[in-house]
């Protein structure tokens, strides 16, 4: 497969700044894969698609203040810091720029506005990593999480070009274990009181969590797709949600994922016995045109960029032409597009 394939027009006017107010009134175009058919609704309708024996599945990560700006030891030149995953003991996975400036042994210090009550947050580069990012090794500044609230900020998406009025417009209704250096943006659609509409019309919900981080937002630089590596990313399935989800799929019943995040997490779990192993994990698992999904069988998800391994993912959920057929409704139709953009479920 070419990466070409998943290309499609992307009006810049259509990617949204800022998320619909409230944030369950936004639109959602449905799609069902048996007849092709595409529907134009609005997200507070998703109840009247869910059916009383289906199961719903969240990603219930929180994001961090995971953007640090700071500068170099010596020479004092500027460094920003996006910090993807804790690796134990003061040592964090990030992506770093100028990364050219910053080998093995170089030594960053944060906090421009002048030093924590605990101390200066300071970080050494320790290696390189095969994403082209850094391991830092921290120290100072105190307890870390604290340091970040104080220093970090909330990582946006480049193509989101004005600040938040409000830190809670990139996190989730449900969020709740911080990690992730991005928001699983499906569920930025759910408010409380929609998320109770869900639970009263289906059979149950429960939740994963999977942190997201260079794995899924890293583009697909090579020609053809399958040559693309995912980078790792951790999860964990919890008992009671593996012991629901695979009793589930065992009696034939519905598993509506919200988010891509959702999806791979719970595939990475799923045995071929089609058992869900509950626990923590890593997975690389890169889901392409060709993957036979062995728990997912409905999919909430947002329009996503041209040539992105989320849009492959899309495309192997439901045929390609088909998805970008309805992507194509969906740009004449004006929708609002990636993170703070409209809703598709996939039936």
């Not at 700006?69 to 804790?86: A, D, H, I, Q, T």
């Not at 390189?128 to 998406?157: K, M, N, Y």
């Not at 943006?185 to 929609?194: D, Q, R």
């Not at 060709?290 to 040539?307: D, E, I, K, Q, W």
Request: overall charge neutral.
């Amino acid at each position: 497969m070419h990466i070409a394939d998943f290309d499609y027009h992307l009006p810049p006017q259509l990617i949204a700044q800022e998320p619909a107010r409230p944030r369950d009134s936004s639109r959602m175009l449905v799609l069902h894969r048996d007849s092709g058919k595409i529907e134009h609704c609005n997200f507070r309708d998703l109840p009247s698609h869910l059916g009383p024996e289906d199961i719903v599945i969240f990603n219930d990560t929180r994001v961090i203040r995971a953007r640090l700006r700071g500068r170099r030891l010596p020479g004092g030149g500027k460094v920003e810091v996006l910090l993807l995953s804790e690796q134990g003991d003061g040592v964090w996975e990030a992506l770093a720029t100028p990364g050219r400036r910053l080998p093995p042994g170089r030594e960053i210090i944060f906090g421009a506005e002048g030093p924590l009550p605990e101390g200066e947050l300071r970080a050494q580069v320790i290696a390189r990593t095969a994403a082209g990012g850094r391991l830092l090794r921290f120290s100072g500044g105190g307890d870390i999480p604290a340091a970040l609230a104080h220093l970090g900020e909330v990582p946006l998406p480049p193509y989101i070009r004005q600040p938040l009025r409000d830190e809670a417009d990139y996190q989730t209704a449900y969020a709740r274990v911080p990690g992730s250096s991005a928001a699983p943006t499906a569920g930025l659609h759910f408010s409380p009181e929609m998320l109770e509409a869900v639970r009263a019309r289906v059979r149950a919900i429960a939740f994963v969590t999977l942190h997201i981080g260079v794995g899924t937002f890293r583009p697909i630089h090579s020609e053809r797709v399958e040559d693309h590596l995912m980078y790792p990313e951790s999860y964990v399935i919890s008992e009671p949600t593996a012991e629901l989800v695979s009793q589930a799929r065992a009696e034939g019943r519905r598993i509506v994922a919200v988010g891509t995040s959702t999806a791979r997490a719970l595939e990475a779990a799923t045995g071929n016995d089609g058992v869900v192993r509950a626990g923590p994990g890593r997975t690389d698992l890169f889901i392409r045109p060709g993957y036979r999904f062995r728990t997912v069988s409905a999919l909430l998800t947002n329009f996503h960029l041209p040539r992105s391994t989320v849009l492959v993912l899309v495309c192997a959920f439901a045929e390609r032409s088909l998805v970008l057929r309805a992507y194509g409704e969906a740009v004449a139709g004006s929708y609002r597009f990636l993170s703070f953009g409209d809703a598709m479920l996939i039936l």
